[in-house]
């Protein structure tokens, strides 16, 4: 089977759409885990708060899980 370059750039598209959301959670738990982790240092209670303000960053990774199954559907189509 030949691809044709249409089928590359979906491709393309797709991994951009979860590689860039990947990467700006990285960025987004980098410096709310500091804060976190300073913050539990001081006052043990705020573990929950902490761990919870650290997972919401990785939800942007699901969104770019999403966009790119769509990309890949659409282009299905």
Do not use: C, Q, R, W
Not at 18 to 44: F, H, L, P, R
């Amino acid at each position: 089977m030949v691809a044709d370059i249409g089928t590359g750039l979906v491709a393309i598209g797709a991994s951009i759409a979860i590689t860039g959301s990947a990467i700006a959670a990285g960025i987004a738990e980098k410096s709310i885990g500091t804060a976190a982790v300073g913050a539990m240092a001081e006052k043990d209670e705020l573990f929950g708060k902490g761990l919870i303000l650290t997972v919401i960053p990785e939800t942007l990774v699901i969104f770019g899980l999403v966009i790119a199954i769509l990309i890949l559907n659409l282009a299905a189509a």
